[in-house]
């Protein structure tokens, strides 16, 4: 079954960038949407974007000048960067799959979710 | 824009039935049948339960069921079980390709 696995630093710093890799085993990430999703301490889920197989993006309106998220079909990866960090980007970040026909129809399946701290 | 908008929390004793609202706007819910819920248990995985409004993955028990009303979605757990105390979350395809998640509502089973 496909599995997601999100890697990256725990720690960054203020003003720098976070960067963060999900790869996706057990199947091809090919033909679906691949979000990031985010839970800052609590706080609820906040949806920050994604790429579709193809290459197409879209971003939250709210982060779109910070973030960038691409692809690596040949790895089976997607990643995100996440500029100019401050302390409210300090959260759990989850990769999630998008089974549906458009952008957040159904997140069927998310990586276990990785904590970044952003502090001096 | 704003998140959709979910009471903060719920409560019901095992065997009771809960329903958790989620409200949003003509241009979100109201538009779309792209409503969403996820249950979250703290340091796990959401897990997908209802999406287009009122379809349930495979493996989704029956007892959690998902409607609509205007800009208003629900979802509704009948024979509560003490593993259902979890945050709960909507969401909803949002204008521009956009994607937009409730607050989320903390179920207390009592």
């Known amino acids: 079954q496909v599995q997601l696995q999100e890697s990256g630093p725990g720690q960054v710093k203020p003003s720098e960038t976070l960067s963060l890799t999900c790869t996706v085993s057990?199947?091809?990430?090919?033909?679906?949407?691949w979000s990031w999703i985010r839970q800052p301490p609590g706080k609820g889920l906040e949806w920050l974007g994604y790429?579709?197989?193809?290459?197409?993006?879209n971003y939250s309106p709210s982060l779109e000048s910070r973030v960038t998220i691409s692809v690596d079909t040949s790895k089976n990866q997607f990643s995100l960067i996440l500029r100019s960090v401050t302390t409210a980007d300090t959260a759990v970040y989850y990769c999630?799959?998008?089974?549906?026909?458009?952008?957040?129809?159904?997140?069927?399946?998310w990586g276990q979710g990785t904590t970044v701290t952003v502090s001096s | 824009q704003s998140a959709l908008t979910q009471s903060r929390s719920v409560s019901g004793s095992p065997g009771q039935s809960v329903t958790i609202s989620c409200t949003g706007t003509?241009?979100?819910?109201?538009?779309?049948?792209?409503v969403s819920w996820y249950q979250h248990h703290p340091g796990k995985a959401p897990k997908l339960l209802i999406y287009d409004v009122n379809k349930r993955p495979s493996g989704v028990p029956g007892r959690f069921s998902g409607s609509k009303s205007g800009n208003t979605a629900s979802l509704t757990i009948s024979g509560l079980q003490a593993d259902d105390e979890a945050d709960y979350y909507c969401c909803s395809h949002v204008p521009a390709s956009s994607v937009l998640f409730g607050g989320g509502t903390k179920l207390s089973v009592l």
């Open positions: 999630a799959r998008d089974s549906g026909a458009a952008a957040g129809i159904a997140f069927d399946i």
């Open positions: 057990g199947g091809s990430i090919s033909t679906y949407y």
């Open positions: 003509s241009s979100d819910i109201g538009r779309y049948n792209y």
């Open positions: 790429i579709y197989s193809s290459g197409s993006t």
